[in-house]
């Protein structure tokens, strides 16, 4: 609805309670108007806002022979004319006076404000609309890059020949987590020889936060640069450098990590990763309820079946993995798990590590 520019200058919540008043129907001459219209069409009749500060007035208490009594001061919002007046609430005398003020006392006048409100609403609306449709433009654009971005980072991933980095890449995952790294891994080796593209700065800056321990000591060892502990600091290193900052002629061919002083003893196994291929990992074998296990920690830990790769349960320690097993084994049973490990080869295979042995189940 058209509120002659009046109520565009009030905060949302407030412009809405003042729009719902002035909407407000009233009869006047046999005719039906909004309040809103109502105020105008007197103001063109020749009436003035005015307000009467600590106004009273008699009545009798206690009916018609009772004591005269006067009321407690109030403030009168009226619209006056010649003798009379109609009262008004503060919002219908606030609009009242904008129009008065506004010499908006001709029914002309008020039809050219009234026409240049809706001229404003309707050129508001076309350049909400056009925004609206910009930004869903720029936001469908925004994908499609994005898609784009991620379809050329995996693709590179997948034809990585950089054999240099790559086992630099690693020897830091098996060290750090007891695996060897991913396609999905790779990508950072991708990042770093781009490093000077804006898409590959941001995403590796969000990928070497204080977690990535391998990521962030492969980009170390292949670029020389050093990074902080804290991701605040390491965000501003990466972002002062360059491609020009890198030596990559000092990349070693292999890296000594410091051992620890009682190293648990691991052994190579296969996982089957998201594409049921088999994937090689560092893990610490051991033997329970007759099966050949292993037992590996990225994040949490994680204890495997070594002839099919299957994970059988998990743990935040150690301890709490091999409970979850027994509740695995207790749960299915012997037959069931034996069962399921004989499919699975026959759909998958066996892992590799025993496709030399003579008994493969």
Same mark, same amino acid.
């Given at each position: 609805?058209?509120?002659?520019?009046? #109520?565009?200058?009030?905060?949302?919540?407030?412009?809405?309670?003042?729009?719902?008043s002035?909407d407000?129907?009233i009869?006047?001459?046999?005719?039906?108007?909004?309040?809103?219209?109502w105020i105008?069409?007197?103001l063109q009749?020749?009436?003035?806002?005015?307000?009467?500060?600590?106004?009273?007035h008699?009545?009798?208490k206690?009916g018609?022979?009772?004591e005269?009594?006067?009321?407690?001061?109030?403030?009168?919002?009226?619209?006056?004319?010649?003798?009379?007046?109609?009262?008004?609430?503060?919002?219908?005398?606030?609009?009242?006076?904008?129009?008065?003020n506004?010499?908006?006392?001709?029914?002309?006048a008020?039809?050219a404000?009234k026409?240049?409100?809706?001229?404003r609403?309707?050129?508001?609306?076309?350049?909400?609309?056009?925004?609206?449709?910009?930004?869903r433009?720029?936001?469908?654009?925004a994908?499609?890059d994005s898609d784009?971005?991620?379809?050329w980072l995996?693709?590179?991933a997948?034809?990585?020949?950089?054999n240099?980095?790559l086992?630099?890449l690693?020897?830091?995952?098996?060290?750090?987590y007891?695996y060897?790294p991913?396609?999905n891994?790779?990508?950072?080796?991708?990042?770093?020889d781009?490093?000077?593209?804006?898409?590959?700065?941001?995403?590796l800056?969000?990928?070497?936060?204080?977690d990535s321990?391998?990521?962030?000591?492969?980009?170390?060892i292949?670029t020389?640069?050093k990074?902080h502990?804290?991701?605040?600091? #390491?965000?501003?290193?990466?972002n002062?450098?360059?491609?020009k900052?890198f030596?990559?002629?000092n990349?070693?061919a292999?890296?000594?990590f410091?051992?620890?002083?009682?190293?648990?003893?691991?052994?190579?196994f296969?996982i089957l990763?998201?594409?049921?291929?088999?994937?090689?990992?560092?893990a610490e074998?051991?033997?329970?309820?007759?099966?050949?296990?292993?037992?590996?920690?990225?994040?949490r830990?994680?204890?495997l079946?070594?002839?099919?790769?299957?994970?059988?349960?998990?743990g935040?320690?150690?301890?709490?993995a091999?409970?979850?097993?027994?509740?695995?084994?207790?749960?299915?049973?012997?037959?069931?798990?034996?069962?399921?490990?004989?499919?699975?080869i026959?759909?998958?295979?066996?892992?590799p590590?025993?496709?030399?042995?003579?008994?493969a189940v």
């Open positions: 609805m058209n509120y002659y520019n009046f #109520t565009a200058q009030f905060p949302a919540v407030k412009k809405s309670k003042m729009e719902k002035l407000k129907r009869r006047y001459n046999d005719k039906i108007y909004s309040l809103l219209d105008a069409l007197k009749e020749g009436c003035i806002p005015e307000i009467e500060e600590g106004a009273t008699f009545y009798m206690g018609k022979w009772g005269a009594t006067e009321t407690k001061p109030e403030t009168i919002y009226k619209l006056v004319y010649e003798n009379s007046y109609n009262k008004l609430s503060k919002t219908e005398y606030d609009f009242a006076l904008y129009l008065y506004n010499n908006i006392t001709t029914a002309e008020a039809e404000l026409q240049a409100e809706t001229d609403i309707i050129k508001d609306k076309a350049e909400a609309e056009t925004k609206e449709k910009a930004d433009e720029a936001a469908e654009q994908i499609k784009d971005f991620k379809a995996k693709s590179e997948e034809n990585y020949n950089d240099q980095k086992e630099i690693k020897q830091t995952y098996l060290h750090y007891g060897v991913s396609i891994s790779i990508k950072i080796l991708v990042m770093i781009n490093f000077d593209n804006e898409r590959c700065k941001a995403e800056i969000s990928w070497l936060h204080h321990k391998a990521s962030k000591k492969a980009f170390e292949i020389g640069i990074l502990d804290t991701d605040k600091k #390491t965000r501003e290193i990466l002062s450098i360059t491609s900052d030596n990559f002629s990349i070693p292999s890296i000594n410091r051992k620890p002083a009682q190293e648990t003893i691991k052994e190579t296969y990763n998201q594409d049921r291929q088999f994937e090689e990992v560092l074998p051991f033997n329970k309820y007759g099966y050949d296990m292993f037992i590996m920690n990225n994040d830990y994680k204890i079946e070594a002839k099919t790769g299957l994970l059988f349960a998990s935040k320690t150690k301890t709490e091999m409970e979850n097993l027994k509740a695995v084994v207790d749960r299915m049973g012997i037959e069931e798990i034996n069962q399921c490990i004989i499919d699975n026959q759909k998958y295979g066996i892992s590590k025993y496709q030399d042995k003579k008994e």
